[in-house]
């Protein structure tokens, strides 16, 4: 993934404004529907203002180098609002114009910019995309370690099987539209502070097709899509973190004529009552006697891979640490793991026996 500062050409102690400033210049230069835009960029420079512009993305992502509760490294972007994103039309002249009225009072600025960047929309309507679905999903502690495999039974809007998407009946021919005589687009002429706009939007009555269906499809009602049950399988990776997300390409809400949105998994993870995660280090504590501190011997713990044998040597003071290589974290995409680390607290008897006072004051004597 590319520095999200990098893209947006600022430095990491950028102010809102600065952020603003560089977002406006770059969507200018490269929205996809200018002759020299650039989609892949376009998104990108979007991406990373949705996660710089908001204070908590922006923490997270300067603390872990992703964002775990959206955007950025993997949230819902369901599509780019200008009227949400501070993209005033203050930025291309004098005009003082928001999303909640300007010069024409009751236009959306939305509209504009889009006609505004389209050059009168010549190039054909950009593919319309289905909504994005958020889902949770709880892990125990090992199998956010070890990975896992997830079933999710989704209610969501899904092609229509019967007619494929088309909302036609199946055998039966199309018409064309009436409304937009084939065209998938009706034009109106509209004045802004830009100028004089030709403006094209989509048909109504046939959804940018051009062509009705003779008979709906009996199934969906001519819709493309209905609403029914969908198992999901989600395969969660070894050493995923509490807050992360998963991204499933196409398995969000469907469109007819157009594509499916996409399922974000986010992932919570439940602590453990012994293990806690640094890294790719997994730690924990050990409690031994005074007698074990100065003896040394062998005790058997339980890992999350089983139970193993360690040697605590003789004279370790309280704090130290053993390290026992392999039996951390995975690495992700990798065959090696991380460490157990395990810390070693002496403690000290609250109630001691008369025999074992003789004893520790023997051990006094001996300077010890």
Request: charge should be positive.
């Amino acid at each position: 993934m590319n520095d999200y500062y990098e893209i947006l050409g600022i430095a990491r102690n950028a102010t809102k404004e600065d952020i603003k400033k560089a977002f406006r210049k770059l969507a200018h230069k490269y929205h996809p529907d200018k002759s020299k835009g650039d989609d892949k960029k376009f998104k990108e420079i979007s991406e990373a203002y949705q996660v710089l512009s908001d204070e908590k993305r922006r923490a997270e992502y300067d603390a872990y180098g992703r964002v775990f509760g959206g955007g950025g490294g993997g949230g819902p972007t369901p599509g780019w609002d200008f009227g949400n994103s501070g993209f005033s039309a203050s930025g291309w002249g004098n005009a003082d114009f928001s999303a909640q009225g300007g010069p024409a009072s009751g236009w959306d600025i939305n509209d504009i910019f889009e006609n505004f960047f389209s050059g009168q929309s010549q190039r054909g309507a950009r593919t319309k995309r289905g909504r994005d679905i958020s889902i949770d999903i709880e892990l125990s502690f090992e199998e956010a370690i070890f990975g896992a495999e997830r079933r999710v039974l989704l209610t969501k809007s899904s092609l229509c099987e019967k007619c494929k998407g088309s909302g036609a009946e199946p055998g039966s021919a199309t018409q064309k539209c009436s409304a937009c005589q084939g065209a998938g687009k009706i034009h109106e002429t509209r004045k802004s502070f830009f100028g004089v706009f030709t403006t094209y939007k989509e048909c109504g009555k046939c959804s940018g097709k051009g062509s009705i269906p003779e008979k709906k499809c009996s199934s969906c009602k001519g819709d493309g899509v209905l609403m029914k049950n969908e198992e999901v399988i989600v395969k969660i990776p070894s050493g995923i973190q509490n807050g992360e997300m998963i991204k499933i390409i196409g398995m969000g809400e469907a469109l007819a004529s157009g594509i499916a949105g996409d399922l974000y998994v986010k992932i919570h993870v439940a602590k453990h009552s012994v293990f806690r995660r640094e890294g790719e280090n997994l730690i924990m504590d050990l409690d031994i006697k005074m007698s074990e501190a100065a003896l040394g011997c062998e005790r058997e713990i339980k890992t999350l891979d089983g139970v193993i044998k360690i040697k605590i040597p003789a004279g370790v003071d309280p704090g130290e640490i053993l390290r026992i290589r392999g039996k951390g974290v995975p690495f992700y995409q990798k065959s090696t793991r991380g460490d157990l680390i395990i810390k070693l607290f002496v403690r000290t008897p609250k109630k001691i026996s008369k025999k074992a006072k003789e004893l520790i004051e023997q051990l006094k004597n001996e300077g010890l």
